[in-house]
């Protein structure tokens, strides 16, 4: 293969870096393949390389990594059977709104017509439908543009991953320079439409708002607050949010909405006017019956998302950025006066266990968030505990609450890595399941080598409990064995270990909040197999 440049001009990789420099992603992650090793000839010293055992764990971490920086993250894979590994984290970071800038390997021009080893056919079709473009340039000069093209699409409302396809030998040929360039990343809402829902905010009797992920992405959690205390609106948290969107222990924070339709009409009722906010209306996970919202409500909703602006059954939806919209409502906005609504019932404390028995997970739970600060930022993926986390964990601050959007296992351990990396005097806590931890249980590996203060805390129930919790649900006798659904004999102190990073298995209650507070302080990653019940 030619490696020396046709002319003395830049390259497409001196034009692709350069690019990328002044678009602030100086960080790559990766897998590298024969197909992409030209790209990386003189990796610039200002850059640096992370390096995922596999895709699924490369596009985690850049998930996590691009939603703590708030900017697109950059992304290699190898050809098709890379982007293959990736599909499915692709697809969470889709429904997560992420913005990453995914390069693929491709094999060389020439001998592309001859179905070469390792060649990509289908390049562009391979991640459809959930990249918001994908695009295999037509001649190599146009790489650097097509990278700064996926970027600002990448970037612009609803946010989400694009790919770019580059053959083996464009890396090394001459392109012109490419300059960033300031291009619109919000949306302003259509006045009229918001002066209607403004209108039914105002004349509203028992207001509530209903608050999603757009909020957190958008840095919009003061506004919100400030709309909610104005309006003594209860606040419910959509259900299945991948962030967190007001502060849990907020006097007029009334708890998590389920996915389930008839449970979510119960919880409105009583309430005329409801304000859905950087949430879709409503995100359901089981079928369900009867109307969408109680009788005489009406809803109004804020959303980035054209998509979920349309498909809404009920409501007027304004498509907008969350900040800009709410800075738009707040000048709309004439509250009557109105009485506080009743504070929302705690639970009662989570009691050790007794002798001989599990922890439950509700007293781990309230163990870690009282030794926790509150700017730790939690991520977790732990499905049957999500309810007692709810209840036992508050998010106390924005931008400290990460989960997928996606139902799609194998995000949480790689997000927390690309978290920490993108903030790294912050405590990560990747609060996972015994199940969720096994689908990307080498993101360990990159906690240890880049000696991140992660606590790992595996909440151990052996078994993917979520999944016996639901089998009545679909005419399972209750207890009924489910098959594929029992998790003996995983050691995660051994796996911890085997990745470098030092781990303690917890099974009496007495040692928990000394192991936790360890955990938190250590100067590196930590794990900690919490066996509950
Ligand atoms: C990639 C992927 N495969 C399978 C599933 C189906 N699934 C949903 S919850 C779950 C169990 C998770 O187990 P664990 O992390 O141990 O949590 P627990 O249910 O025990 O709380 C599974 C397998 C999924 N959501 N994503
Ligand atoms: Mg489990």
């Known amino acids: 293969m030619n490696t020396s440049p046709a002319s003395s001009g830049p390259t497409v990789r001196d034009a692709t870096y350069a690019l990328l420099r002044g678009l602030g992603m100086t960080t790559v992650f990766g897998n590298p393949g024969s197909t992409e090793l030209s790209m990386f000839l003189d990796f610039p010293r200002d850059f640096r390389y992370v390096l995922g055992l596999q895709e699924s764990v490369v596009v985690g971490m850049a998930d996590g990594f691009a939603q703590a920086t708030r900017n697109a993250a950059f992304i290699n894979l190898h050809s098709a059977v890379g982007v293959g590994h990736a599909m499915g984290a692709i697809f969470t970071a889709y429904r997560n709104r992420t913005p990453l800038l995914i390069t693929a390997g491709q094999q060389a021009r020439g001998i592309l017509p001859f179905d070469p080893f390792l060649s990509s056919v289908r390049a562009t079709e391979l991640p459809r439908p959930y990249v918001k473009w994908a695009v295999e340039p037509a001649r190599a000069e146009d790489v650097p543009r097509a990278i700064a093209r996926a970027y600002y699409l990448a970037m612009m409302p609803p946010r989400g991953p694009v790919l770019v396809s580059v053959p083996a030998d464009d890396w090394n040929m001459p392109a012109d320079w490419v300059q960033p360039r300031r291009v619109s990343r919000a949306l302003r809402p259509e006045p009229a439409l918001l002066a209607e829902i403004a209108a039914a905010l105002n004349a509203a009797r028992k207001p509530a708002f209903v608050v999603g992920a757009a909020i957190d992405r958008d840095g919009a959690w003061d506004a919100t607050v400030q709309l909610a205390e104005a309006h003594q609106a209860r606040v419910f948290h959509a259900p299945m949010s991948g962030r967190c969107g007001f502060p849990n222990h907020h006097p007029l924070f009334a708890g998590y909405l389920p996915p389930m339709r008839e449970r979510i009409v119960e919880r409105l009722t009583g309430h005329d006017f409801v304000l859905v906010i950087g949430a879709p209306a409503f995100t359901y996970h089981v079928d369900g019956q009867g109307p969408f919202l109680p009788a005489g409500t009406t809803l109004g909703q804020l959303i980035d998302d054209p998509e979920i602006a349309a498909w809404a059954p009920e409501g007027s ?217």
């Open 317 to 533: 939806a304004v498509l907008c950025s969350i900040g800009l919209g709410l800075q738009d409502l707040q000048v709309l906005s004439s509250p009557p006066a109105r009485t506080p609504p009743p504070p929302r019932l705690l639970p009662a404390r989570a009691e050790p266990p007794a002798p001989g028995e599990r922890m439950s997970v509700a007293y781990v739970l309230q163990t870690l968030a009282e030794v926790r600060s509150p700017d730790s930022i939690i991520v977790e993926e732990a499905p049957s505990a999500r309810p007692v986390m709810h209840e036992r964990l508050p998010i106390l601050q924005a931008e400290t609450f990460h989960e997928m959007c996606s139902g799609g296992l194998g995000f949480g351990m790689s997000a927390a890595v690309g978290v920490a990396l993108a903030q790294p005097d912050r405590r990560v806590i990747a609060l996972i399941g015994d199940g969720s931890a096994m689908y990307t249980i080498q993101s360990l590996w990159n906690a240890a080598q880049a000696k991140l203060p992660i606590a790992f805390v595996i909440l151990k129930n052996r078994r993917y409990a979520a999944l016996q919790d639901f089998a009545p649900q679909f005419g399972f006798a209750p207890g009924a064995k489910v098959e594929g659904s029992a998790l003996p004999d995983l050691d995660f102190v051994a796996l911890a270990a085997g990745h470098g990073v030092a781990g303690r298995r917890i099974d009496d209650a007495t040692q928990l909040r000394e192991a936790l507070q360890l955990a938190l302080c250590a100067t590196g990653p930590t794990l900690l197999e919490v066996e509950v019940n």
